[in-house]
């Protein structure tokens, strides 16, 4: 099984970690609200789960440019 964090703007993968068995809560997924489960955390049929985080790059051009904030889509 593998932990994947990847970028929800421009699809990098942050990092990922492989382990026999996770405890969502050691990752602290018991902190998110339902809405933000569903909106962050995808579970594959292989068993990996995939975390959607935001890089360093896309946090630096959304701190830049706030009315990249009100676009769906701010990466071409």
Do not use: W
Request: aromatic share 6%.
């Amino acid at each position: 099984m593998a932990v994947i964090y990847q970028c929800r703007h421009c699809k990098q993968q942050i990092g990922a970690f492989h382990q026999e068995a996770v405890d969502t809560d050691h990752l602290g997924l018991d902190q998110l609200t339902e809405e933000e489960r569903v909106d962050m955390v995808q579970m594959h049929e292989n068993g990996n789960i995939e975390i959607k985080t935001i890089c360093e790059n896309c946090q630096d051009a959304l701190e830049s440019n706030p009315h990249y904030h009100e676009l769906d889509n701010f990466i071409q």
